[in-house]
């Protein structure tokens, strides 16, 4: 590129970069904060190993269908409610919303909160339903 075109067309330019920074920081993002994503085979395992699988959707949502076993409590609600979680400290813990957004907000609340593996299940359960796993109503 020459600098004549970057004059012309830096608003083309700065949207560019913008936009693969922001792809670039949605692959490296979870990694730096130390959230492993588990795609459905790994979480297939965590399931089966007896890991704690937590949804962190909300009401209607989980009643629409949830991943068996799994424990219920909404993102809104986690801060005020990790004490219940407390035992599960040092065991794996598979966080999953509907998509992978929220269940990455957990994930990081529940670092801070010391719990020592903790996952968040690529794609949500739209990804578990996709891999025709297992749900429960």
């Not at 959230?35 to 979480?43: M, N, S, V």
Request: glycine share 8%; aromatic share 8%; charged share 25%.
């Amino acid at each position: 590129m020459d600098a004549q075109f970057l004059q012309t067309n830096w608003m083309l330019v700065a949207v560019a970069a913008i936009s693969g920074a922001m792809l670039l920081w949605s692959f490296v993002g979870s990694r730096l904060s130390g959230i492993e994503e588990a795609d459905t085979l790994k979480a297939t395992r965590l399931y089966n190993d007896d890991a704690l699988i937590l949804d962190v959707r909300e009401d209607k949502e989980f009643a629409a269908g949830h991943i068996p076993k799994a424990r219920h409590i909404p993102l809104g609600q986690l801060d005020k409610r990790l004490k219940e979680l407390d035992k599960f400290k040092s065991r794996p813990v598979l966080v999953n919303c509907r998509s992978g957004q929220r269940s990455a907000r957990a994930c990081g609340i529940l670092k801070k909160a010391g719990f020592e593996t903790v996952y968040n299940l690529a794609g949500g359960i739209t990804a578990w339903e996709r891999a025709n796993l297992p749900v429960e109503k």
